[in-house]
T-cell receptor, first 114, second 114 residues
Framework: GDSVTQMEGPVTLSEEAFLTINCTYTATGYPSLFWYVQYPGEGLQLLLKATKADDKGSNKGFEATYRKETTSFHLEKGSVQVSDSAVYFCALSEGSGGYNKLIFGAGTRLAVHP | ETGVTQTPRHLVMGMTNKKSLKCEQHLGHNAMYWYKQSAKKPLELMFVYNFKEQTENNSVPSRFSPECPNSSHLFLHLHTLQPEDSALYLC?????????????FGPGTRLTVL
């Protein structure tokens, strides 16, 4: 079945460092791809999404490009802040019956130090 | 209230207790979801309701019993749980149509089974 694989964390960076969190997927169809973020004590929030190959999702300085040839959707940010410390989840969407079923990766914890 | 709300935020229960988790969405969505988030495991989809009809049960033990009385409310009734059921239970909602629509998550209920 469909699956998502993320790099294991935790990822520890200094403020203003460059961030990459790798995500690859396996899917039989053409899924939509998402990055969700979970701040401490909160639920998941959608960070960005891409719905077809070569689309780039972006939000709050984060970017990810849907690469069909490498089945990847890596998350990047040029300069991280302490407030970016959170757990990041890559996910793909299988659509059926009028709703989208999300398949999540295991999550990558990011810790940013001043 | 806006978005997706969940009550209670924290719950401690014994293995012989019966309790219920409540989720309410104020977004006019038609699909609602229960997820289980355990330490060091990917988010697990438990149940999906689409227009109040259960459309997915992801092999969840019968000690978890969902109820969806209308499109805005979702309950998870718990009875004779096991310590390994301790986790963060997340509720989410989405619009009915299309694979591109994001799921909006509540803050979760942190459940501890003694």
């Amino acid at each position: 079945g469909d699956s998502v694989t993320q790099m294991e964390g935790p990822v520890t960076l200094s403020e203003e460092a460059f961030l990459t969190i790798n995500c690859t997927y396996t899917a039989t169809g053409y899924p939509s791809l998402f990055w969700y973020v979970q701040y401490p004590g909160e639920g998941l929030q959608l960070l960005l999404k891409a719905t077809k190959a070569d689309d780039k999702g972006s939000n709050k300085g984060f970017e990810a490009t849907y690469r069909k040839e490498t089945t990847s959707f890596h998350l990047e940010k040029g300069s991280v802040q302490v407030s970016d410390s959170a757990v990041y989840f890559c996910a793909l969407s299988e659509g059926s019956g009028g709703y989208n079923k999300l398949i999540f990766g295991a999550g990558t914890r990011l810790a940013v130090h001043p | 209230e806006t978005g997706v709300t969940q009550t209670p935020r924290h719950l401690v229960m014994g293995m012989t207790n019966k309790k219920s988790l409540k989720c309410e969405q104020h977004l006019g969505h038609n699909a609602m979801y229960w997820y289980k988030q355990s330490a060091k495991k990917p988010l697990e989809l438990m149940f999906v309701y689409n227009f109040k009809e259960q459309t997915e049960n992801n092999s969840v033990p019968s000690r978890f019993s969902p109820e969806c009385p209308n499109s805005s409310h979702l309950f998870l009734h718990l009875h004779t749980l096991q310590p390994e059921d301790s986790a963060l239970y997340l509720c989410a909602s989405s619009q009915r149509s299309g694979v591109y629509n994001e799921q909006f998550f509540g803050p979760g209920t942190r459940l501890t089974v003694l």
